[in-house]
């Protein structure tokens, strides 16, 4: 290929100074990579009940005619829905390709040169990506005790602010702000900027103090909320998310939105996928027995771990997580590797099925093993050389 000798002069240092997330290769070459028959993923917090029966229906009985049609360009059903199980104004609600995308609606609609975000330095990485990629500061404020630190953001806001992101429960650690803590938080931002709160976890939480987010946008006109279909509706294949607020900042941040980005089979599962009742409940039930599990088991490994709200757990391990990563791998498991989250040797575990579970543990433990014999194998060595 001919080398592209203008290249350099055409990109802008702030894409220059960043480096593409290398998303995990698929099953199958995974597979053959590790040389494992089946693989057990533990790395994205999927439902492992996957979509609700309701919405499993309506993908079956896709119309295959129907993808030749365009979508509807603003999910219309899906946010009249969403306006009457929230009590709401179907205005209030924007959808997008995930969640994801939505950040990407909220950053654009109110950044520019000079602008900055702030965040915590150990949750989500988008919010801090989707700013540095766009050419904006992302100030990253250190948890506290595994949580968000309402004042050291407070102290770090200056007039270029323009948007704080709380992730809620926290996508590691799984800590929460509970009602209190976020309308607080909220009284001391006084509309200085745009308040993110990233509910992705929110449909796992049943801790009645939780934040009822949606509620408080009628107080709070700064207040943006983001949901997704990805976690407890099991339709993260689909893409579909969004964010609700008040009129005006929905009005501003339309303004950013691609339309078609959300495609005709993610808006009819989504709408059929509210209707189904127990598929909360049956999804929750899952996680606790999961969670009893596991925390159990880590308990008896002896590995630490931080546990929190949401479906899935942090733990720390004697080796460096990307090591563990692999020699999970070899065994048929994957797991998050934290490094990225700024949580090196710690890896992130979704809490699945319990036949996951187990064939985590039960790798875990393998590994565990080996490297004690190896380490009775070196010490061995040792004392026969020193003799
Ligand atoms: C998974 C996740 C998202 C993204 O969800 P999509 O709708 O699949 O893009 C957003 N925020 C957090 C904290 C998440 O864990």
Same mark, same amino acid.
């Given at each position: 290929?001919?080398?592209?000798?203008?290249?350099?002069?055409?990109?802008?240092?702030?894409?220059?100074?960043?480096?593409?997330?290398?998303?995990?290769?698929?099953?199958?070459?995974?597979?053959?990579?590790?040389?494992?028959?089946?693989?057990?993923?533990?790395?994205?917090?999927?439902?492992?009940?996957?979509?609700?029966?309701?919405?499993?229906?309506?993908?079956?009985?896709?119309?295959?005619?129907?993808?030749?049609?365009?979508?509807? *360009?603003?999910?219309?059903?899906?946010?009249?829905? !969403?306006?009457?199980?929230?009590?709401?104004?179907?205005?209030?609600?924007?959808?997008?390709?995930?969640?994801?995308? /939505?950040?990407?609606? /909220?950053?654009?609609?109110? =950044?520019?040169? *000079?602008?900055?975000?702030?965040?915590?330095? %150990?949750?989500?990485?988008?919010?801090?990506?989707?700013?540095?990629?766009?050419?904006?500061?992302?100030?990253?404020?250190?948890? /506290?005790?595994?949580?968000?630190?309402?004042? *050291?953001?407070?102290?770090?806001?200056?007039?270029?602010?323009?948007?704080? @992101?709380?992730?809620?429960?926290?996508?590691?650690?799984?800590?929460?702000?509970?009602?209190?803590?976020?309308?607080? @938080?909220?009284?001391?931002?006084?509309?200085? =900027?745009?308040?993110?709160?990233?509910?992705?976890?929110?449909?796992? #939480?049943?801790?009645?103090?939780?934040?009822?987010?949606? %509620?408080?946008?009628?107080?709070?006109?700064?207040?943006?909320?983001?949901? $997704?279909?990805?976690?407890?509706?099991?339709?993260?294949?689909?893409?579909?998310?969004?964010?609700?607020?008040?009129?005006?900042?929905?009005?501003?941040?339309?303004? $950013? =939105?691609? #339309?078609?980005?959300?495609?005709?089979?993610? &808006?009819?599962?989504?709408?059929?996928?509210?209707?189904?009742? *127990?598929?909360?409940?049956?999804?929750?039930?899952?996680? %606790?027995?999961?969670?009893?599990?596991?925390?159990?088991?880590?308990? !008896?490994?002896?590995?630490?771990?931080?546990?929190?709200?949401?479906?899935?757990?942090? /733990?720390?391990?004697?080796?460096?997580?990307?090591?563990?990563?692999?020699?999970?791998?070899?065994?048929?498991?994957?797991?998050?590797?934290? $490094?990225?989250?700024?949580?090196?040797?710690?890896?992130?575990?979704?809490?699945?099925?319990?036949?996951?579970?187990?064939?985590?543990?039960?790798?875990?433990?393998?590994? &565990?093993?080996?490297?004690?014999?190896?380490?009775?194998?070196?010490?061995?060595? =040792? &004392?026969?050389?020193?003799?």
């Amino acid at each position: 290929m001919k080398s592209f000798s203008g290249l350099e002069r055409l990109v802008p240092d702030y894409i220059k100074n960043f480096e593409a997330y290398i998303p995990s290769k698929p099953d199958d070459e995974l597979k053959k990579l590790y040389g494992c028959s089946r693989l057990y993923r533990l790395n994205n917090n999927e439902n492992p009940l996957g979509p609700p029966e309701t919405a499993r229906r309506v993908l079956e009985a896709f119309e295959p005619a129907r993808a030749s049609l365009y979508p509807s *360009g603003d999910c219309y059903h899906l946010r009249s829905k !969403l306006a009457d199980i929230f009590g709401m104004h179907p205005d209030q609600f924007l959808a997008g390709n995930g969640a994801n995308e /939505v950040i990407a609606f /909220v950053i654009k609609a109110f =950044c520019q040169q *000079g602008d900055n975000i702030i965040t915590a330095d %150990k949750t989500f990485a988008v919010y801090e990506w989707v700013a540095r990629f766009s050419g904006f500061e992302a100030r990253l404020i250190p948890l /506290v005790n595994y949580g968000f630190d309402a004042d *050291g953001m407070l102290e770090r806001i200056d007039e270029r602010t323009r948007i704080v @992101f709380i992730c809620n429960p926290n996508n590691p650690t799984g800590s929460w702000w509970d009602q209190a803590a976020l309308r607080s @938080f909220l009284d001391r931002i006084e509309g200085r =900027c745009i308040v993110v709160v990233d509910e992705a976890y929110r449909e796992f #939480v049943e801790d009645p103090e939780f934040p009822d987010s949606m %509620k408080l946008i009628a107080d709070y006109p700064n207040l943006v909320v983001f949901r $997704t279909f990805s976690k407890m509706y099991g339709l993260a294949g689909l893409r579909i998310g969004y964010l609700a607020a008040g009129n005006e900042v929905v009005d501003i941040i339309r303004r $950013t =939105c691609v #339309v078609y980005s959300v495609n005709t089979m993610a &808006q009819a599962a989504a709408l059929t996928a509210l209707d189904d009742t *127990g598929h909360v409940a049956r999804t929750r039930e899952v996680v %606790k027995t999961g969670k009893r599990f596991l925390l159990k088991e880590l308990d !008896l490994m002896g590995l630490p771990f931080v546990n929190g709200e949401g479906n899935f757990v942090m /733990v720390r391990l004697p080796i460096s997580d990307s090591l563990a990563y692999r020699k999970l791998m070899t065994r048929g498991v994957m797991v998050r590797a934290m $490094t990225g989250f700024r949580f090196p040797n710690w890896i992130r575990i979704t809490v699945s099925h319990m036949e996951a579970l187990e064939a985590f543990v039960d790798a875990w433990s393998k590994i &565990q093993r080996e490297g004690r014999d190896f380490q009775a194998l070196s010490k061995t060595l =040792c &004392q026969l050389r020193s003799v």
